[in-house]
């Protein structure tokens, strides 16, 4: 029997959640990696003059450039039947949100706001349901861990953050189940 429409939009809700989380976990990571350093002083930086730097490597570029910039101003290569690119970023461009504080309070703020959507997603939900298929659907589901709380029951921030730490040890069931919903999505 296929999964219930309730079902399947705490799938779906869940797994796009679980792969927006990870990259916003891998982007603090990587943050804070890349933390700010000290700069050089003066006495860390080896002695150079510009007779010690070979620019034979730029040879011909301001004739490259030149050329490049006169190709793209020129009226054959511009359509007029085209409109111009807008190049503008658009105002309600938000930066993106921080890296969740702890599974308590950021994941259950972000879970509260994920199934908060439903009315907005009843097209992908069906979309998802007729690419992939029920039968495809409840495989996928089969194999995920037993030892986890259901993917297809609604999630507080500890739940999710149960399957968070084991999607991102890349373990293959959920890796599966996660990109078929993404990919479908698309």
């Known amino acids: 029997m296929p999964m219930s429409d309730d079902q399947l939009y705490c799938l779906f809700v869940n797994a796009n959640s679980l792969a927006e989380l990870a990259l916003r976990e891998a982007g603090a990571g990587l943050a804070s990696m890349t933390a700010p350093t000290e700069p050089p002083g003066e006495g860390d930086l080896p002695e150079m003059s510009l007779d010690d730097l070979d620019f034979g490597a730029l040879d011909g570029l301001s004739d490259l450039v030149?050329?490049?910039?006169?190709?793209?101003?020129?009226?054959?290569?511009?359509?007029?039947?085209?409109?111009?690119?807008?190049?503008?970023?658009?105002?309600?461009?938000?930066?993106?949100?921080?890296?969740?504080?702890?599974?308590?309070?950021?994941?259950?703020?972000?879970?509260?706001?994920?199934?908060?959507?439903?009315?907005?997603?009843?097209?992908?939900?069906?979309?998802?349901?007729?690419?992939?298929?029920?039968?495809?659907?409840?495989?996928?589901?089969?194999?995920?861990?037993?030892?986890?709380?259901?993917?297809?029951?609604?999630?507080?921030?500890?739940?999710?953050?149960?399957?968070?730490?084991?999607y991102m040890q890349h373990e293959p069931a959920i890796t599966a189940l996660v990109t078929a919903v993404r990919h479908a999505d698309t």
């Open 66 to 166: 030149d050329s490049e910039a006169e190709a793209m101003t020129s009226s054959e290569s511009v359509d007029a039947s085209q409109p111009p690119v807008d190049l503008s970023v658009p105002p309600n461009l938000e930066p993106p949100a921080p890296a969740m504080d702890t599974p308590s309070t950021g994941f259950d703020g972000y879970m509260a706001e994920a199934y908060a959507h439903r009315a907005e997603l009843d097209a992908r939900l069906a979309q998802l349901r007729t690419s992939v298929g029920d039968d495809s659907l409840d495989a996928l589901v089969a194999d995920l861990p037993d030892d986890l709380p259901p993917i297809v029951e609604p999630m507080d921030g500890a739940r999710v953050a149960a399957w968070l730490e084991r």
